[in-house]
T-cell receptor
Framework: SAVISQKPSRDICQRGTSLTIQCQVD?????MFWYRQQPGQSLTLIAT?????????ESGFVIDKFPISRPNLTFSTLTVSNMSPEDSSIYLC??????????FGPGTRLTVL | QKEVEQNSGPLSVPEGAIASLNCTYS??????FFWYRQYSGKSPELIMF????GDKEDGRFTAQLNKASQYVSLLIRDSQPSDSATYLC??????????FGKGTRLSVIA
């Protein structure tokens, strides 16, 4: 299984600012994804991070709000732009390959004031 | 719309009993089925996956899949208080994003 790290682990941000979350995998992986998890809720997929091309966003999520980069097969970033209190959540990176199993990073707990 | 349904619980079982967690899915094209365990404040941890109809056992855990009924379950034998967590069912079509259920909260009572 892949070992995934995320930075920062948590942050408190002011409304209107942006935060970039980094995700590092210890081995090359085919697939990387970004999820959001509201308190007490399940995971919601934000986008698939595609290596060398634009991310594929799910309904309700747009590139201007959540720009994503994936410069290589082990690293991705998610930026939460122009933040509002509604963006307060846990943001999770996952990675996978092969038959589809995915492994998750420890998450980034974001609070927007 | 692809959906994965789970009973939110809480499911309470006594220590040493069998916990049975159930999940149904709507996408008949689903190929891979996963169970994740999530402790409060932690990220999901993959505990089982199954691709073929039937049972798959790993230690105290057994995953069961019935594609005709679009049903997947997880059995936990000899339940321990440390098994208390939210269990998330997830499915995909191979190398596609996982679709998650809302999770079942399990409480094992000592």
């Amino acid at each position: 299984s892949a070992v995934i790290s995320q930075k920062p682990s948590r942050d408190i941000c002011q409304r209107g600012t942006s935060l970039t979350i980094q995700c590092q995998v210890d081995s090359q992986v085919t697939m990387m994804f970004w999820y959001r998890q509201q308190p007490g809720q399940s995971l919601t997929l934000i986008a698939t991070a595609n290596q060398g091309s634009e991310a594929t966003y799910e309904s309700g999520f747009v590139i201007d709000k959540f720009p994503i980069s994936r410069p290589n097969l082990t690293f991705s970033t998610l930026t939460v732009s122009n933040m509002s209190p509604e963006d307060s959540s846990i943001y999770l990176c996952s990675a996978g390959q092969g038959a589809g199993e995915q492994f998750f990073g420890p998450g980034t707990r974001l609070t927007v004031l | 719309q692809k959906e994965v349904e789970q009973n939110s619980g809480p499911l309470s079982v006594p220590e040493g009993a069998i916990a049975s967690l159930n999940c149904t899915y709507s996408d008949r094209g689903s190929q891979s089925f996963f169970w994740y365990r999530q402790y409060s404040g932690k990220s999901p941890e993959l505990i089982m996956f199954i691709y073929s109809n039937g049972d798959k056992e790993d230690g105290r855990f057994t995953a069961q899949l019935n594609k005709a009924s679009q049903y997947v379950s997880l059995l936990i034998r000899d339940s321990q208080p440390s098994d208390s967590a939210t269990y998330l069912c997830a499915v995909n079509r191979g190398n596609t994003p996982l679709v998650f259920g809302k999770g079942t909260r399990l409480s094992v009572i000592a």
